[in-house]
């Protein structure tokens, strides 16, 4: 069975971190394609209050197998102490579009 592509989401508090980290997962190809976007606001709980902050998006396009390596990149360059990292499945796609994924993440 081949790899599953995912989807990992994770907000930033700027474009300068979004940028940093797209950087780094590219370099070391733990990412095929990485989509940086407009800022928002977010409003959540932490600590017992309603805080809101503006962050910006970032999802990462990748395999499945290469997930553990991700997260620890976003952890090390993520200035918050507990940041959002999520992991979707991919359960479609376009089989040129996920090829080239696999092909871009794969090791050389």
Not at 26 to 54: F, K, M
Not at 72 to 91: F, G, M, Q, S, W
């Amino acid at each position: 069975m081949p790899d599953p592509a995912i989807l990992v989401i994770t907000n930033v508090p700027d474009r300068a971190v979004a940028t940093a980290l797209a950087q780094s997962l590219l370099d070391r190809r733990l990412a095929a394609c990485i989509n940086i976007g407009a800022p928002v606001e977010s409003i959540y709980h932490w600590q017992d209050r309603i805080e809101t902050g503006h962050e910006v998006p970032v999802v990462v396009k990748t395999r499945s197998a290469l997930y553990s390596n991700v997260e620890d990149a976003i952890r090390k360059l993520h200035p918050y102490d507990t940041p959002e990292i999520i992991a979707i499945p991919v359960v479609a796609g376009d089989a040129r579009y996920l090829a080239w994924l696999a092909d871009e993440t794969a090791t050389r």
